[in-house]
């Protein structure tokens, strides 16, 4: 079983969300932050203050998908709101 995660990244001087999954999201992190994702260079520097870990592909893909969703930005947001911040890492949000 492979165990994939569901990160979300923040950009506090853009203000800007993105949420992506990897096995590595540490070393994603890093690509992101380099410019090496033509959709995220513009908005650096990234942070992740949120991941989630699932056992396999297919589910951080759906994860991913309703965290892009209406009601996923939501959530992300409610999150944020509830805390005032969330610290990189955090782990382990309600499916």
């Not at 090496?36 to 297919?58: C, D, G, V, Y």
Request: aromatic residues 12%; proline residues 5%.
């Amino acid at each position: 079983m492979e165990t994939w995660f569901v990160y979300v990244l923040y950009s506090e001087k853009f203000g800007r969300y993105y949420t992506g999954m990897a096995q590595n999201p540490d070393r994603r992190l890093k690509e992101h932050n380099k410019g090496k994702t033509k959709s995220t260079k513009a908005f650096r520097p990234w942070e992740i203050i949120h991941k989630e870990q699932l056992n396999s592909r297919p589910e951080a893909r759906q994860r991913e998908k309703f965290l892009k969703s209406g009601v996923g930005r939501e959530y992300i947001k409610g999150l944020r709101s509830l805390t005032g911040y969330l610290p990189a890492g955090r782990q382990g949000a309600p499916k």
